[in-house]
């Protein structure tokens, strides 16, 4: 059984450029969730999607967005970067999300850089 | 006040001992709690998951769970150096939270 797949695993960005990060969940799960790390603040809550619908958002600026398509793939974006925005962007998927009692299954991470 | 709190360590305990690790939590509402083990460099896995107060048991792991005291830890009973690394707790409330996680280190 295939895991969460997410890609690319490193990039290297420019001040004020954006960028997309795509993550595949594990086939069957339905909940995608991001989450930054970084290490001062470790594992910040970016988004929930279930069924292609934003459950929830963490206390990230609107410059962080995200979508699921009806294949349960899972794209974030960030516009306009910042330094502080280099980071590990980890997606999770779980069968039901936290409103079940499931544990989430994490990618191997994107690694953001941005100079 | 963190959501999920945690003492960052590290926590340094010999070969064969048992480590105890602890994390708070401030929702009273939390229904779900998870303990993740994150290698350097790899993302975290999921190790033990509780739901109800009191223990649960699988191979050298323990969580245990007090919603009155909105305290959780886990045990491992006998490290290896191979239980070297960073140990998450997670919350499930509104959404899934993090703690900071506790460094483990298990010296041979």
């Known amino acids: 059984k295939a895991g969460v797949t997410q890609t690319p695993r490193y990039l290297i960005k420019t001040r004020g450029q954006q960028v997309t990060l795509s993550c595949s969940p594990i086939?069957?799960?339905?909940?995608v969730s991001w989450y930054q790390q970084t290490p001062g603040q470790g594992l910040q809550f970016l988004f929930e999607y279930f069924s292609e619908t934003q459950r929830n958002k963490g206390n990230f600026p609107g410059r962080f967005s995200g979508r699921q398509f009806s294949n349960s793939r899972s794209e974030m974006n960030v516009s306009t970067l910042e330094l502080g925005d280099s980071a590990l962007y980890l997606c999770a998927s779980s069968l039901g999300g936290w409103q079940g009692n499931y544990g989430y299954t994490f990618g191997s991470g994107t690694r953001l850089t941005v100079v | 006040q963190k959501e999920v709190e945690q003492n960052s360590g590290p926590l340094s305990v010999p070969e064969g001992a048992i480590a105890s690790l602890n994390c708070t939590y401030s929702?009273?509402?939390?229904?779900?709690f998870f303990w993740y083990r994150q290698y350097s460099g790899k993302s975290p896995e999921l190790i033990m998951s509780?739901?109800?107060?009191g223990d649960k048991e699988d191979g050298r792991f323990t969580a245990q769970l007090n919603k009155a005291s909105q305290y959780v830890s886990l045990l491992i009973r006998d490290s290896q150096p191979s239980d070297s690394a960073t140990y998450l707790c997670?919350?499930?409330?509104?959404?899934?939270?993090f703690g900071a996680g506790t460094i483990l280190r298990v010296k041979s």
């Open positions: 086939s069957g799960h339905r909940s």
């Open positions: 929702d009273r509402g939390s229904q779900s």
């Open positions: 997670a919350v499930s409330g509104n959404k899934l939270v």
């Open positions: 509780i739901y109800s107060n």
